[in-house]
């Protein structure tokens, strides 16, 4: 995952009429673990990820998790353009 790609991914994860498909989100279970085997996923694949790994309830993000989530989809994430 290069820095664009997810740029483009948290754009259309902060959309308000963006509606995020949780039940697909099972490549990404232990993304954080070492033994984790990189997978090829879309950008609203990363972006549902990201709306759910980094979304809070008082409406605001988690940029910590979304720290979390560059840096190991860095090496673990091939996205699709």
């Known amino acids: 995952m290069t820095k664009d790609e997810l740029n483009k991914a948290w754009a259309i994860a902060n959309q308000e009429s963006f ?11 232990g993304f954080g673990l070492s033994d984790y085997q990189p997978v090829t996923i879309s950008v609203e694949a990363l972006a549902t ?9 008082d409406m605001t993000w988690d940029m910590e998790a979304l720290d979390e989530i560059a840096r190991h989809g860095k090496n673990k994430f091939i996205v699709l353009a």
């Not at 509606?19 to 279970?29: F, Q």
């Not at 990820?49 to 309830?57: A, D, E, P, R, V």
Request: hydrophobic share 35%.
């Open 19 to 29: 509606v995020p498909d949780y039940k697909t989100l099972g490549w990404s279970i």
């Open 49 to 57: 990820l990201i709306h759910y790994q980094c979304g809070c309830l």
